[in-house]
Structure formats: structure tokens, C-alpha cells
Nanobody, 127 residues
Framework: QVQLVESGGGLVQPGGSLRLSCAASGVTFSMYAMGWFRQTPGKERELVAAISRSGGSTSYAGSAKGRFTISRDNAKNTMFLQMNTLKPEDTARYYC????????????????????WGQGTQVTVSS
């Protein structure tokens, strides 16, 4: 059974940092392209960042560029999102998602491409 579990969320002051983790089980992680999404009440889910199965290709939403870094450790079946210079507008529930990928360098930015989702971890940026 494929399972994704996020961790690392919490309350942080504006300008602070957090590192989210997404641990995968029941899947050959290195064969999965992965992504981080976020959602706030009343708004649509939006892509934060995506990464290819090898980790060699990445994509970021405009709001994340220059502040967030997506990475993965296939040996540990884990994906990360390093978030720096956090802003109140980054407050959301963050979800990791994965989908089987047949191309080493492909990443996916559309949420409907992903077949497996975690339960999410809450990030709150507030003073």
C-alpha cells in the first residue's frame, strides 16, 4: 500500500524557516515524480514545487522561487521542502504528492496528474 506522510510543519514567525519532509512507503520511490502542494480554506490547491524522480529537474511556483528548495533522497525514500524567508501568505496546509514516472527528467505541475497524496502538514506563519 502506497503511503506518503508529511512532517515538519508548525508555527513560525515571518522571516523564519521550516523544513518539510515527506516519507514514502510501499512504493519504489525512485520511480515516482513528486510534488509539494498547499491549500488554504476556500482556495484551490496550488503547486508549490515539483521534482523529477531522479531529482535532477525541478519546478517552482512563482511565489516559491528563490525562497523554497525542493529536494529528495531516494535512498531514504524521502522528499523535502526547505522553506526560507517565510511570509504570512505562506500559511497553508502543505501536501506531498507522487505519481509513477517513466521519464527520468520529467516533473509534473498539475495536481490531477498525481495519484498518491499525503494527509498534509499545517504551516502557520505569524508573529
Amino acid at each position: 500500500q502506497v503511503q506518503l506522510v508529511e512532517s515538519g510543519g508548525g508555527l513560525v514567525q515571518p522571516g523564519g524557516s521550516l523544513r518539510l519532509s515527506c516519507a514514502a512507503s510501499g512504493v519504489t520511490f525512485s520511480m515516482y515524480a513528486m510534488g509539494w502542494f498547499r491549500q488554504t480554506p476556500g482556495k484551490e490547491r496550488e503547486l508549490v514545487a515539483a521534482i523529477s524522480r531522479s531529482g535532477g529537474s525541478t519546478s517552482y511556483a512563482g511565489s516559491a522561487k528563490g525562497r523554497f528548495t525542493i529536494s529528495r533522497d531516494n535512498a531514504k525514500n524521502t522528499m523535502f521542502l526547505q522553506m526560507n524567508t517565510l511570509k504570512p501568505e505562506d500559511t497553508a496546509r502543505y501536501y506531498c504528492a507522487g505519481t509513477r514516472s517513466y521519464v527520468d527528467s520529467s516533473y509534473y505541475t498539475r495536481g490531477d496528474v498525481y495519484r498518491t497524496w499525503g494527509q498534509g502538514t499545517q504551516v502557520t506563519v505569524s508573529s
